[in-house]
């Protein structure tokens, strides 16, 4: 039996998956804003026509929302399905640690309450 050879991983998937730092980072982003709403409307027990009405859009779109298909929903339209559910989105600008020549973006999810 061979043995595998196991790399920790950087935090970010898609930065292991070979994306750029950009391309990444954008992606991180969108996982997170898609993996909350789908919580969300989990979390609330809606089907998803109901769903698709809180959202403002129609249902064909909303199952490919959950079906984690991320193209065609933009961060910011991601954020505003976030305001649509009754959450906040809050985004921090800060500089970046000495010894870090470049920033990261991060995305961080409260525990939602239904």
Partial sequence: ???ATVIKGSGNVFLDLGFSEEKSAGLMLKSCLLQSVQGTIKKKGWKQ????????IDQAKLSKLLAG???GFSIER???FRCLLGQDVVVTVRQ???GRRRGTVRAKVDKVSV
């Fill in 96 to 98: 970046a640690p000495r």
């Fill in 1 to 3: 039996m061979a043995c």
């Fill in 49 to 56: 026509i109901e769903a698709a009405g809180h959202l403002g």
């Fill in 78 to 80: 991601r954020m505003h």
């Fill in 69 to 71: 298909q991320m193209a």
